[in-house]
């Protein structure tokens, strides 16, 4: 697998990590105050949290 990442070209490689895009997208939307605070505070929550602020409530 390495071989094959090594043996594409340049241009088929991402020149920055899809990470960056989100985060810019996300702080113009949600504002730089705001994303930095949300992503503060989801640095801190488990994974089993993040995913139940995630997903919706089961009807009850």
């Known amino acids: ?3 094959q990442r090594e043996s594409s070209g340049p241009h088929l490689r991402s020149s920055k ?3 960056e895009d989100l985060h810019r997208d996300l ?3 949600l504002g730089r105050p705001a ?3 949300a992503y503060a505070e989801g ?3 488990t994974p ?3 995913l ?3 997903l919706p ?3 009850a």
């Open 43 to 45: 640095r801190t929550l």
């Open 52 to 54: 139940r602020r995630a």
């Open 35 to 37: 994303f930095d605070d």
């Open 27 to 29: 702080a113009t939307t």
């Open 48 to 50: 089993a949290d993040a």
């Open 1 to 3: 697998m390495h071989r």
């Open 17 to 19: 990590p899809a990470d």
């Open 57 to 59: 409530e089961p009807d």
